[in-house]
């Protein structure tokens, strides 16, 4: 199923997935857009030049993973709707053949708000072993303080974010259209010059 048509159903057949910490969150509603029409974003924009927030996410086992575990690493996050569409997919697949190349002061994170068992299932049948996949279902913290979780869907934008090892953002693409690829050149030309900096 196309994230476009998955979309399209869970706006038309779904109730609102809403958390309670949803309505008091910060709306944007003119950076992206699922087909012809602009999506809310809700949380907080983060931006290059910003220190990147601490987040809690969970792992494929439910334990609670944060940001602070990658003081002094170079980061690449990725984040995309869902693991079960083409262009997410592809999105993870694409990191993961990349990052082996690279040296050990370099880390490549997923996160989606996939549960962690379709996470497991996944990266089990993709053959997803050099990069770590993240789920942001539990808490919704990395979207809230990231700006991007789509409002009524439960979902999170497509983008990258790449982090320094200060902890200082670096480089952020919010896809324009969710249904779209992000410009994996230009993150992957970032990434591999910041580590091949910070390695020296």
Known sequence: M??????????LT????VYAQDTNLPENSSLVKAGSKFVTLLG????????APNFKVVDENFSPVTFERYSGKNVLISVVPSLDT???SAQTKTFNEKVASLSDNTVFITISNDLPFAQKRFCSTENINNIQILSDSVWRDFGAKYGLLIKDMGLLTRAIFIINPEQ???????VA??????????ALEKIILLSSQTSE
């Open 2 to 11: 196309k994230l476009f048509t998955l979309i399209s159903f869970i706006l």
């Open 14 to 17: 779904s109730s609102p997935l």
């Open 44 to 51: 907080t924009q983060i931006n290059v030049g910003d220190m």
């Open 86 to 88: 083409g262009v997410c």
């Open 168 to 174: 200082k953002v670096v480089y952020k693409e919010l």
């Open 177 to 186: 259209n969710i249904s779209n690829h992000p410009n994996y050149e230009t």
